[in-house]
């Protein structure tokens, strides 16, 4: 791991780190600092208090960096989460990319081009602690169709949800998902292939899956303030020594406290090098509280004529009058919303219509 953070240390213009506070930041931001004196590291987080600008604080106090931190307010988050939408023409899978950009935006202010980061260590090196743990329960129960399981674990919306929540039309054209659970199937069986067993197979699936998407977020938030991310846990060297990895070292179900479940060989090699409290740390999903944010962002959802096109009336009042209590299904609603009002317009009056229309940058273009 040490040298794979040496490794992507090499370049001609300035470098840093990102430091959420965490187990693998603090991997990279430690290696890195014993490089390259005088690092540059960098946290975002809702408060000052608590949480990864806490923590973060503490890992550069103790590795010597030059420290800042990004606190993110809601009128900020709000704001970059409809123009990122808008900019990238996909809606936003997690409300961590605003966090992303706006440490990108800061560093590059300050003349970094280069920022190093975390991601691929959950997945390589089994940092997920609840996809773990029910993948074990399903193994446990027999593991039958397990492209499906994942898809409904993972899923904002079970097909179930969706019956009710998608209009009948729209509904009826997915199929009850079908397609979408066989393509889950098919890519889960890709994905095990020589696997060690049903819980590595699982593994493997969150590396091909959930990676992929992960970094292709992270170059896209970092890229739109000019800066380059590498992520030194998302290497080819370093999969093959996590691949070879027992998964019994990697994930314990039993272990006590929870943090310590996942990554233990992480941990286990690292031990002397990371303090006590970061190692016992357990993951925080989503740094930013935008449970709570997401309400003022209701009114999207009562006008959309994107969102009256797919949900049904009773799903739209109900989530915009509420849409910190019912968040799990305000974010997917409203990132569909403001994405389809974005691209797509309001010039259909069915789904039928919709389903006939094609994006096109200076309007609609009716197939």
Known sequence: MEHSVLAHLRT????????????????????????????????????????DPEYAREVAKELGTLHSEIIVDRPTF?????????RQGLPMCTPNEVAIRLIARKLRSDGCIVALTGEGA????AGYELPLRMATEHIASGNPNPGRFQLLSNAWMTPEMKSSILIPSLWRLLADDEELVGTFERMFESAAGD??????????FQRKVNLTGLLRRLDSATMMESVESRTPFADREVLAVAQSIPTARLYDPDTQPLAMRTKRALREAFTQRVSERVMHREKESFPLPFQSWVGEAAVVLRESSFAKQIFTPAVIHAVANDPTQLWNLAWPMLNLAIWGDRWWGSSYATIDQFMDVKPKAGGLVLG
Do not use: K
């Open 78 to 86: 709000l704001s970059m989460w409809r123009e990122m939408v808008g």
């Open 12 to 51: 001609d213009v300035p470098i840093c780190s990102l430091l959420s506070g965490g187990l693998d930041s603090a991997i990279i931001a430690g290696t890195a600092a014993g490089a390259l004196p005088g690092l540059r590291t960098y946290c975002a987080g809702a408060e000052a208090q608590g949480g």
């Open 122 to 125: 959950d997945e390589l090196f």
């Open 195 to 204: 696997a060690q067993n049903d819980l590595d197979a699982h593994l493997r």
